[in-house]
């Protein structure tokens, strides 16, 4: 096994996945990338979570970065490779996780503030962009029901949820990302209120009623990027 080239905790991740029409969803994704579907149905997602003990190899935990980050991503799969995801956005409280994914990656990090408040079984999430102007935001409020285990495979649960491997177009060039987790042990949530609008500043406008999935947290090993897609 190729040794990672760091570790992120994840914790607390809200899933929120719309369907949406593939010929729309097309103009914005890469033509190196085809777009994965399920049943025909092409999807976005929207990841608010928390990041903990971000560090590179070698680094103790202890020392790792702690924020706040919600990513805006759909399903795609490139020619002779692996199914992953195409992020739109990620924006992140850390400065130094933005610059560092941003110079090392290329990829579309936007440094935001945001606070999480937690009581009992009820999360409240807000994330904004930094900026001059007022940045579009995320606010989440829900509460995590009954636990319901790993995703099975084949279903679209499975589908959206499990995606060990991130895509980004670096100018002529398609590089790719692995990360290694357990499977998600997802729980049921009730969506009490989802104000968003980075789904919008990427020019993804959703219609219907989300599909809503939570879970806990993963340890994440994350791997070296390597230039071409992984097959």
């Known amino acids: 096994m190729t040794v990672p080239a760091g570790y992120q905790n994840w914790r607390d991740l809200l899933f929120v996945h719309w369907p949406v029409v593939a010929s729309e969803l097309r103009r914005l994704v890469p033509r190196t990338l085809e777009l994965d579907t399920y049943d025909g149905a092409a999807y976005v997602s929207l990841v608010p979570f928390r990041v903990e003990a971000a560090r590179p190899l070698g680094a103790p935990s202890r020392v790792g970065l702690q924020f706040l980050e919600t990513n805006v991503r759909t399903y795609v799969r490139p020619s002779g490779g692996q199914p992953g995801v195409y992020f739109f956005s990620l ?13 090392s990656l290329g990829l579309p990090y936007f440094w935001a503030w945001g606070r999480q408040h937690k009581s009992g079984q009820r999360i409240q999430y807000l ?47 398609l590089w790719s990302v692995r990360v290694r987790h357990q499977p998600y042990p997802l729980c049921a949530v009730k969506l009490v209120q989802l104000d968003d609008r980075l789904l919008n500043a990427a020019g993804l406008i959703p219609s219907s009623r989300p599909l809503v999935h939570f879970a806990a947290g993963v340890d994440v090993a994350i791997q070296a990027p390597r230039i071409g897609v992984i097959g």
């Open 127 to 173: 994330l904004r962009r930094r900026g001059r102007r007022r940045g579009p935001w995320c606010h989440a409020d829900y509460e995590v029901r009954e636990f319901l285990g790993p995703a099975t495979p084949g279903t679209l649960d499975h589908f959206l949820v499990e995606r060990y491997i991130l895509y980004v177009q670096r100018g002529d060039r």
């Open 91 to 103: 924006d992140a409280g850390s400065l130094l996780a933005v610059l560092g994914a941003r110079v």
